[in-house]
């Protein structure tokens, strides 16, 4: 087997899948993976576990958390790019490689860790890190520059968000370097972001938790801005971290306060290539789309999505889960896939499902206030059900004024001024040109609202 197998496992591990949309995240042919699967079957058959099945369009394998565990102990092959973080993280953790020795570890061959170590040695070179041969011993890491820093920062964060699924080689290496129990680190981090009011995913706790190992082997980063001393917010997330993380070291605690602090602010924490990109791709959005995104809290939103987004794909950071796009996603996911392709970027899908959904939240924010007069058609209506129902709506929607009908009066045109209104939601599909709800209620009422938003909004691609 190989990094096919090793990535489908990866994949199928955390979500079913389609062929097709395993062939986007592998980047392989369609025969390969069923073979690999195939492949795959036998070992798992081999060792007593379940074999990835298929339903309908899609193959799933459902394990659990001990079945995760033992399968994960014994499958032992590690993709090319696992082989590269490896030596690059168990290089800098320890200061020396003796590649005679690696090899035997990751059971390959001489040609294939000298292959892998020299993409190690590249970017060393390019970075400026610098290393020596010890004659009968192996490798000396002299001076880590500040961008290999950051590249061992990052390529730790996968280990974290993986540790569930490691295999034997990169579970050991992790265990070495870190002097803290995870799940402990992750009981302890969550308070502590809760009660600061930060937005906590597993992104974030794996970024925390490679910033402690990192401080243990280099001193960590420079995130000490001394204008938050004075903040409020500084000693509030202080505070916290002093009674959630008591047996945190004191420089860890010291730098995670001031970092948590410009996270808050969102200030100093973003690297510039990758905002410059999210800021390029928002600005191709808003001319696409013909929108000027005037609520500042969802294109602060956009902007987030699209920095993590870009964040996972650079460091080939596969988190997934199953998506589904329905019409009006596939169209916005069209004019995404023309923006990044102009500008030579791409996404993982999962993630690119994510900023559709954000657009279409945009889009529907752009457009509903052009919504002013609505009218509700009844097959029945009394005066108490009108002018409760009319209250209801007026609370979720003061700007809009809604009418409420009996039907029969639209279907002999005694509506005069039915030609007024944005919109004519009826209870009954018997009328021509008028939006159908099964039954009526604030929330129907408001899907159908939301639903004409967006298609206005859609409209607009076709005049771009």
Known sequence: MNTTAANILKVLSQTEMSIEDMQLYLN??????????????DFLSSIN?????????????KLNQQELKFLFENFT????DEKVDYLFIKFISTGFLNLEKEKEILEISRSTILRIFQVVKDEFLKNGTTYEYCHGKGLVLKTLSQKDKELFYKKLIKFFIEEDILVPVRRDLLHSIKNFDTKQRLIQLYPILRNSGISINYYLLSFICSLEVCMNIFGGFNFIDESNLTLDKFKDIEKNINLFGNDFGSEFKNQLAHFLTSLYYEENIFEDEVKNKCLNIIDSIKKKFQIKISN?????????????????????????????????????LDSLNEILKRFSYDLYLVDKFMIVDVIRRILIDENFFNIKNVLLLFNEVGSADQIIFKKSLKKF????DFDIEATFL??????YKHKDYDIIISDSNTIPNVEVVEYYNTINVHNILENHALLNGLNRLGNS
């Open 397 to 400: 929607h003061p700007n809009i």
């Open 410 to 415: 639209h279907k002999k045109n005694i509506i």
């Open 49 to 61: 576990l379940p074999i990835i099945s298929k339903d309908e369009n899609f193959y799933f394998f």
């Open 296 to 332: 500042e809290d969802l294109e602060r939103m956009l902007f987030n999505k699209l920095y993590l987004s870009f964040f996972k794909y650079d460091n080939k950071i596969v988190k997934l889960i199953n998506v589904f796009f329905n019409k009006p996603h596939k169209i916005i």
């Open 77 to 80: 092959i590690l993709t090319t």
């Open 28 to 41: 392989v042919e369609k025969s390969s993976i069923v073979k690999t699967i195939s492949q795959l079957n």
